[in-house]
């Protein structure tokens, strides 16, 4: 389906981001990888799948890199036509006790460089009259969590600005969306259920089932394959006219 096409997806040396990326190259996409860590390992999955796949290290709080990496993407493939803004960060403190510098980080890295991505995506993708920009957001882009101030603030913000983009688009063949995961089995929520079995003294599994228990009705996680599929989804025609949409994968979370 996307044979031809190039993505980029930030954040996507692992995690969802690297689930994503596999699912779009699954459907012939070539991908700009970008992220922290090892790239070769990821770059490698990626090309097994019979695509092109480059690397960028841009800091996604950094405009200038960002604006480095946007023109890399396009030197090496032309154009970015599917643009997944999926790079984020956390931190949780009571809003009076929250550093100022990490604030500060979360709003660059997990809204700002969106904006940035996608001013610098669109015009591209206007002139083909295609193309899909595909916003990670999550269930706090809907709702709020104690203790979570500047990630909430950061991922109603992103929801916001798809639905801007989204009518700013609305008559041509290009579309923005963004996808709101709950509970997801990432390392960072791992560590969450570590932390959590060990100071109160229960099983890892029990912890699991409590932290799902608080927020995700389903009590199951949310997988970076069926958030995957929903990126491809919404590249598909059969999605031409999902416009502005935040779509909740959060097993019931947001439906209480």
């Known amino acids: 389906m996307l044979k031809g096409k190039t993505a980029l997806v930030t954040g996507s040396t692992s995690g969802i981001g690297l689930a994503i990326a596999k699912a779009l190259a699954q459907q012939g996409a070539n991908i700009v990888l970008n992220g922290f860590g090892d790239a070769q390992v ?56 929250f550093p100022t510098e990490r604030w500060d980080a979360i709003i660059a890295i997990n809204l700002t460089s969106a904006f940035h991505t996608t001013r610098l995506a669109i015009p591209a993708m206007r002139e083909a009259n295609w193309g899909r920009v595909i916003n990670i957001a999550s269930a706090h882009g809907l709702v709020a969590s104690a203790q979570k101030s500047a990630y909430v603030a950061a991922k109603h913000g992103i929801v916001g600005l798809t639905k801007s983009v989204a009518l700013e688009t609305a008559t041509t063949g290009v579309t923005a969306n963004a996808i709101c995961p709950g509970w997801v089995l990432t390392q960072l929520v ?63 979370w947001t439906a209480q």
Request: with cysteine; hydrophobic share 40%.
């Open 190 to 252: 791992q560590k969450q259920i570590d932390d959590r079995a060990a100071r109160e003294g229960i099983t890892a599994a029990q912890a699991q089932n409590d932290l799902l228990g608080e927020k995700q009705p389903s009590l199951q996680f949310t997988t970076v394959e069926q958030l995957g599929g929903l990126a491809v989804f919404l590249c598909s025609p059969a999605a031409d006219q999902v416009r502005g949409v935040a779509w909740a994968m959060d097993g019931g």
């Open 42 to 97: 990821p770059k490698a999955e990626i090309e097994a799948l019979g695509v092109r796949a480059e690397y960028h290290g841009a800091d996604m709080s950094k405009p200038d890199q960002i604006e480095d990496m946007m023109s890399f993407a396009a030197s090496k493939f032309g154009r970015v036509d599917v643009l997944v803004n999926n790079a984020g960060i956390q931190h949780v403190a009571k809003v009076e006790d």
